[in-house]
T-cell receptor, first 111, second 110 residues
Framework: RKEVEQDPGPFNVPEGATVAFNCTYS??????FFWYRQDCRKEPKLLMS???SGNEDGRFTAQLNRASQYISLLIRDSKLSDSATYLC????????????FGAGTRLAVHP | DVKVTQSSRYLVKRTGEKVFLECVQD?????MFWYRQDPGLGLRLIYF???????EKGDIPEGYSVSREKKERFSLILESASTNQTSMYLC?????????FGQGTRLTVV
């Protein structure tokens, strides 16, 4: 079983739609959680951290459910520029910042 | 801004060649990582280093080695390149749990 699992998509949504991605992780000792964004042929970049209490950054909301070991990302009012692959990332840590990446969920926003 | 630079954007090598992929970061970070990215598999950790001359195996170290002689430079070595090592290779410098990636090296082994 993969340590971090995501639905690969693609999710094809119209502009203005709300879309949600889920991610599950297998290691209950995981300490930190993140969403990264990767544009086509570019390197991944940090989108946002995920906190236990849930957190919001503009149109983006991230939530963590430790009991069920899943993480979610909600994007409201989708823009064309949101088209990208969204990577769920877990830090197994132990102090070395050992980040484990999911395979990513592809989002395509169309006019 | 943190800058992570990989020496080549594209490389084509022959089977059996020894291949060096170089990565340099300019922010004095201690933790550096090498990943490979393949369709459907995502990023998989090959090796990482948390200090000069220190290295740890990741999830798929077979066929690879690394070198970290200076803090800013982390090199990935393919001892004898094989076609199944054709992939996108991404170097990352990680500080306070945030990863800063280089632009990637697309390696093709023929």
């Amino acid at each position: 079983r993969k340590e971090v699992e995501q639905d690969p998509g693609p999710f094809n949504v119209p502009e203005g739609a709300t879309v949600a991605f889920n991610c599950t992780y297998s290691n209950s000792a995981s300490q930190s959680f993140f969403w990264y964004r990767q544009d086509c042929r570019k390197e991944p970049k940090l989108l946002m951290s995920v906190y236990s209490s849930g957190n919001e950054d503009g149109r983006f909301t991230a939530q963590l459910n430790r009991a069920s070991q899943y993480i979610s990302l909600l994007i409201r009012d989708s823009k064309l520029s949101d088209s990208a692959t969204y990577l769920c990332v877990v830090d197994l840590s132990g102090g070395y910042n050992k980040l484990i990446f999911g395979a990513g969920t592809r989002l395509a926003v169309h006019p | 801004d943190v800058k992570v630079t990989q020496s080549s954007r594209y490389l084509v090598k022959r089977t059996g060649e020894k291949v060096f992929l170089e990565c340099v970061q300019d922010m004095d970070h201690e933790n550096m990582f090498w990943y490979r990215q393949d369709p459907g598999l995502g990023l998989r950790l090959i090796y990482f280093s948390y200090d000069v001359k220190m290295k740890e195996k990741g999830d798929i170290p077979e066929g690879y080695s690394v070198s970290r002689e200076k803090k800013e430079r982390f090199s990935l070595i393919l001892e004898s390149a094989s076609t199944n090592q054709t992939s996108m290779y991404l170097c990352a410098s990680i500080y306070n749990t945030e990863a800063f990636f280089g632009q990637g090296t697309r390696l093709t082994v023929v």
